[in-house]
């Protein structure tokens, strides 16, 4: 009977645990026995707000304990938790801020995370055009669009997406108009030759390690922050390896299959097989930015236009 009764006792509180994670939105582990909340709260997104000023949404309602925020002002909001630093950040530089906070049940937090300078003028920006199949003379390179005057400084391009990238830029504080462009150089150092203009920023990756020649994702977001806004994103493949979907290896999928999951990609990769160092993957200029594979195409042979419009002659065998 001691046997049948405690088997009778963990269905019970197993079916309970159920019925209640049906009903929320985020999946909370609970006790069973006294079917209270047991899991921390989890940090979703990190927000600057002004120069000075940090939101951090959470998945659940939490309450800071203050004495672990060295004496900053803070404001819980529900899910929300609002930081005043006690001093000034611009949009390219960073802290890194603790603190613990603690849910309706008792269950802390104890969480440290980079919190970026505040942009308060972004630039609207696009990938416009890349090279994934670089030589030592042509080396791979990044172009992005600026869709939308403003201040560049805090935009990252993953080479991935964010949280899952092999590496990242974080561009540098520059004011750009409508029709100017970045380029950035997925290598150690920029070559001699270039050098920024009022209309072109150069930037280089500060990393030897280029891109996929065949398959990939490129991310652009508003900045390197917990949660930032995606601006554009880019898929490509050669559609010649017979594993994980035609991508080759399960990492390059996971991130792919991320962007799908997030509506950040809405089609098909760019086919990437038939480019070079100079036939280079370009968005047709004016074209809406859809986020689909229609919108690029493969430039004519040597018609490579980093820093400038792209020509919109494809290639042709």
């Not at 009764?5 to 985020?26: D, R």
């Not at 504080?173 to 997925?186: I, Q």
């Not at 399960?250 to 962007?259: D, G, N, P, Q, S």
Request: some cysteine.
């Amino acid at each position: 009977m001691k046997v049948k009764f405690v088997f009778m006792l963990c269905l019970v509180a197993s079916i309970l645990f159920v019925s209640c994670s049906e009903e929320q939105t985020v999946a909370t582990i609970v006790n069973f026995f006294d079917m209270k909340d047991c899991q921390a709260p989890v940090l979703l997104e990190v927000n600057s707000t002004s120069s000075s000023s940090v939101s951090l949404v959470f998945d659940e309602e939490v309450y800071p304990i203050e004495s672990s925020f060295d004496s900053m002002n803070i404001k819980a909001l529900g899910c929300v938790l609002e930081v005043e630093l006690p001093f000034t950040l611009t949009p390219d530089s960073y802290y890194d801020l603790k603190g613990r906070v603690k849910d309706v049940c008792g269950n802390s937090n104890l969480f440290s995370v980079r919190v970026w300078g505040y942009n308060q003028n972004p630039a609207s920006a696009v990938i416009n055009e890349f090279s994934t199949k670089g030589t030592e003379n042509q080396p791979d390179r990044t172009e992005i669009l600026i869709t939308e005057r403003g201040n560049i400084a805090g935009l990252v391009l993953y080479d991935g997406v964010p949280g899952d990238s092999k590496k990242s830029v974080i561009l540098p504080y520059a004011e750009l108009s409508t029709g100017d462009f970045v380029v950035v150089y997925w290598t150690d150092k920029l070559p001699s030759t270039v050098s920024s203009t009022e209309h072109v920023v150069y930037v280089c990756a500060e990393s030897e390690s280029s891109l996929s020649d065949d398959n990939g994702i490129l991310t652009l977001t508003s900045s390197p922050s917990q949660g930032s806004r995606v601006l554009d994103c880019a898929v490509y493949s050669s559609f010649t390896s017979s594993q994980y979907e035609g991508f080759g290896t399960k990492a390059v999928l996971t991130r792919v299959e991320k962007a799908r999951e997030e509506n950040w990609w809405l089609s098909s990769a760019i086919n990437s097989r038939t480019s070079t160092s100079t036939r280079t993957m370009c968005r047709y200029p004016n074209s809406m930015d859809t986020d689909t594979a229609d919108e690029w195409y493969i430039c004519e042979t040597r018609g490579q236009s980093f820093g400038k419009e792209n020509n919109g002659v494809p290639y042709s065998p």
